[in-house]
């Protein structure tokens, strides 16, 4: 199972904060992952997903280009942060 | 709220929607210590105005978990690179108004240049890693607020 | 106890026997401003041993007239280099005992780069150029403490 | 006159913390004041008050190297600072 959760902007845009995906055997990457994700919801998906400034995590940690994925990781999609 | 600690220095983060006041946490970092001299401090507060825009709330959302494991290695990247005796950060979130408080950042060191190094080195940081997100609502608009290019460029002094 | 208040920013000045409230400085830091963002304070605490030698109780000894202006002149130049809301800085003068807080020092401004910088400008040249000597006493034994080098180039690179 | 002020290790090696002078009908400058004292007090004096480290402030402001006098001024002489 996989876990995804959007946060903010981005949040806001796709309408949703979460959803779970079952693990697919064949296994997956985080490039893939986002492209099956705009192939199932839609261009809406794909314009804001495909925002360069769009930070991708990977169980908590911020991922720079792509990376495997393994049955159970949270991934996260947000914009750029803007605390403190 | 979250709360961690981690010694060798004690570092203490913490996540919440309450407020904070800023001379318990200035004792709670010293308490116990053998040994001070020096304690630098920042507090930020929730802006009146933002780009001439007026802030009536403001909405912080975070990322639960990994705001507060950011929040934890930046301060150990602080502890890593300064002689730090104790180093805090308390951040809130969810609904705030203008001119309330939103950050507290302390450190304690021997010496004023530690402290005052990793106090900038934890806010400019902050302000670029955690995963925090403003949003400013004036009556009925609401706006994101942005990443400040300048922040980008102070956190990449370090 | 003596205290200025100078508009454009406010600064405040006192240099004091008694023992200071963070909180309540960090509030009048505050008080009555129509914007605000940040404050950077730094607080100096008494040395339970200052290389090597235990320190017993310090006697801090001071210009009294010449303390007071050579410190607001320190907080003009800050505001002078930075757009600051308010600076101040209490300064505790005659025993003190190890660990109690001998000085602070808080900025407010707008932005952060200028709290902290304003706020470590302030400290070095505090340690460099305002009237107070500090003598370190354990058991029989007295020190004047001395200068250190470390802070004379601290101050040379404003 | 001129009021003359030691503080912390100078007021401590010359045992007083402040003296007065009558303001002499010729005119002073800070260098000849110093010497005037050293001459009046002895080597101790000297000794104390030449020591390269020595700040000296005219009426609350720090003056590096000489300057004239005029009746009614402050003259301190002290050490190197160390507050903060």
């Known amino acids: 199972?996989?876990?995804?959760?959007?946060?903010?902007?981005?949040?806001?845009?796709?309408?949703?904060?979460?959803?779970?995906?079952?693990?697919?055997?064949?296994?997956?990457?985080?490039?893939?992952?986002?492209?099956?994700?705009?192939?199932?919801?839609?261009?809406?998906?794909?314009?804001v997903l495909a925002q360069d400034n769009i930070i991708r995590a990977v169980n908590q940690v911020v991922v720079a280009g792509n990376t495997d994925l393994h049955d159970g990781d949270e991934v996260a999609f947000f914009p750029p942060v803007t605390g403190g | 709220?979250?709360?961690?600690?981690?010694?060798?220095?004690?570092?203490?983060?913490?996540?919440?929607?309450?407020?904070f006041d800023i001379a318990r946490l200035q004792s709670s970092l010293l308490a116990g210590?053998?040994?001070?001299?020096?304690?630098?401090?920042?507090?930020?507060?929730?802006?009146?105005?933002?780009?001439?825009?007026?802030?009536?709330?403001?909405?912080?959302?975070?990322?639960?978990?990994?705001?507060?494991?950011?929040?934890?290695?930046?301060?150990?990247q602080a502890a890593a690179r300064w002689p730090l005796l104790r180093a805090s950060v308390v951040h809130r979130v969810g609904r705030l108004l203008p001119g309330e408080q939103i950050v507290w950042v302390g450190?304690?060191?021997?010496?004023?240049?530690?402290?005052?190094?990793?106090?900038?080195?934890?806010?400019?940081?902050l302000k670029t890693q955690a995963p925090f997100w403003k949003k400013e609502r004036a009556g009925d608009s609401e706006h994101w607020v942005a990443p400040r290019e300048s922040d980008n460029k102070r956190a990449d002094r370090w």
């Open chain 1, 1 to 47: 199972m996989l876990n995804v959760l959007f946060f903010a902007r981005v949040r806001e845009q796709l309408g949703r904060a979460s959803l779970e995906l079952s693990w697919p055997e064949e296994g997956l990457d985080l490039d893939t992952l986002q492209e099956q994700l705009c192939c199932e919801h839609g261009d809406g998906w794909r314009e």
């Open chain 2, 1 to 19: 709220m979250t709360t961690g600690d981690l010694s060798q220095p004690a570092i203490t983060v913490s996540v919440q929607e309450a407020d």
């Open chain 2, 33 to 76: 210590l053998a040994e001070e001299g020096a304690v630098a401090t920042f507090t930020g507060y929730v802006r009146r105005d933002n780009e001439d825009r007026q802030v009536g709330v403001l909405e912080l959302e975070h990322y639960p978990g990994m705001t507060e494991s950011s929040i934890t290695d930046i301060l150990r």
């Open chain 2, 107 to 125: 450190v304690a060191s021997k010496h004023r240049e530690a402290a005052f190094s990793a106090c900038e080195f934890v806010m400019d940081y």
